[in-house]
């Protein structure tokens, strides 16, 4: 069983919904859960990152932390064309190295 | 803030020679970074972890006399890949730890071709 599972999409949505992209992990020494987003060809991009519990909010983002079921989500509102990307899942427990989710493909259709 | 920077963006080699990436964090300290690959279509693979002013730690199966890297300040680390051959190409990203070494902020990446 793999550390960190992501459902790899790819998944594809019209303009404006609201897209819920989620990751289980197994490793209860998992501290810090953060979100990027890739584009083709570029680096990783962090969009969210979180340690605690509950939600956080920003802008059109919010990321969601469930340490008892061991489950964290990103939600996208208003999604945009802009928007379209793989979308990676990390996690760090105190060793300072992520773990990462094998990505979901999102493609946003105008 | 938190912007780290890589060059080459892109570089092409004959087989056989030696290149060099830099990476540095532009406008934060990293006393850790990261060396990553990444294959079409793959998530990104942890080669090694640079400190600065030590020697870095391969990850298994990672040849660190081939993948040679150098962490000689706060701002700046550099792998640099020996006698490059073409199973080399690749996609190479280096990231620097946040100030709590909570997360990691990444570069853009370097596209290395080998002929």
């Known amino acids: 069983q793999k550390e960190v599972e992501q459902d790899p999409g790819p998944l594809s949505v019209p303009e404006g919904a609201i897209v819920s992209l989620n990751c289980t992990y197994s490793n209860s020494a998992f501290q810090y859960f953060m979100w990027y987003r890739q584009y083709s060809r570029k680096g990783p991009e962090l969009l969210m990152y979180?340690?605690?519990?509950g939600n956080k909010e920003d802008g059109r983002f919010t990321a969601q932390v469930d340490k008892s079921s061991k489950y964290i989500s990103l939600f996208i509102r208003d999604s945009q064309p802009s928007d379209s990307a793989t979308y990676l899942c990390a996690m760090m427990g105190g060793n300072e190295k992520l773990t990462f989710g094998t990505g979901t493909r999102l493609t946003i259709i105008p | 803030g938190a912007v780290v920077s890589q060059h080459p963006s892109w570089v092409i080699c004959k087989s056989g020679t030696s290149v060099k990436i830099e990476c540095r964090s532009l406008?934060?300290?990293?006393?850790?970074m990261f060396w990553y690959r990444q294959f079409p279509k793959q998530s990104l693979m942890l080669m090694a972890t640079s400190n600065e002013g030590s020697k870095a730690t391969y990850e298994q199966g990672v040849e660190k006399d081939k993948f040679l890297i150098n962490h000689a300040s706060l701002t700046l680390s550099t792998l640099t890949v020996t006698s490059a051959h073409p199973e080399d190409s690749s996609f190479y990203i280096c990231?620097?730890?946040?100030?709590?070494?909570?997360?990691?902020?990444f570069g853009p990446g370097t596209r290395l071709t080998v002929l």
């Open positions: 990231s620097a730890s946040g100030h709590y070494g909570d997360t990691q902020y």
């Open positions: 406008d934060f300290q990293a006393t850790t």
């Open positions: 979180t340690y605690s519990s």
